[in-house]
Nanobody, 124 residues
């Protein structure tokens, strides 16, 4: 069973950038499709981005397309989310997510494993 730990959250002004990281342990990292979800106060958790096991396929929510970039390094057991041109509406707790039951594909609904989350706050 894989364990996931996020890092890199913080406070940033609108228009700024942050890079989130997710470190995985306890499993074969390249066996997991990975993704990011976020949850703002009073709202449901929503899909942000996902990446296939090989890294060859990517998927983004419309709200972040063109601003966020998901990537992974299977040699280092890490996944990242580069967030540029941040907006106040990007403020949320960001969660790393992983799933091993599927092929080398992306996904938009949550899979089996979650990290503890990291707070991202964008001030206007």
């Amino acid at each position: 069973q894989v364990q996931l730990v996020e890092s890199g959250g913080g406070l940033v002004q609108a228009g700024g950038s942050l890079r989130l990281s997710c470190a995985a342990s306890g499993g074969t990292f390249s066996s997991y499709a990975m993704g990011w979800f976020r949850q703002a106060p009073g709202k449901e958790r929503e899909f942000v981005a996902s990446i296939s096991k090989s890294g060859g396929s990517l998927s983004y929510a419309d709200s972040v397309l063109g601003r966020f970039t998901i990537s992974r390094d299977n040699a280092k057991n890490t996944m990242s989310l580069q967030m540029n041109r941040l907006k106040p509406e990007d403020t949320a707790v960001y969660y790393c997510n992983a799933g091993a039951r599927y092929g080398d594909t992306v996904y938009r609904t949550p899979r089996e494993y979650w990290g503890q989350g990291t707070q991202v706050t964008v001030s206007s």
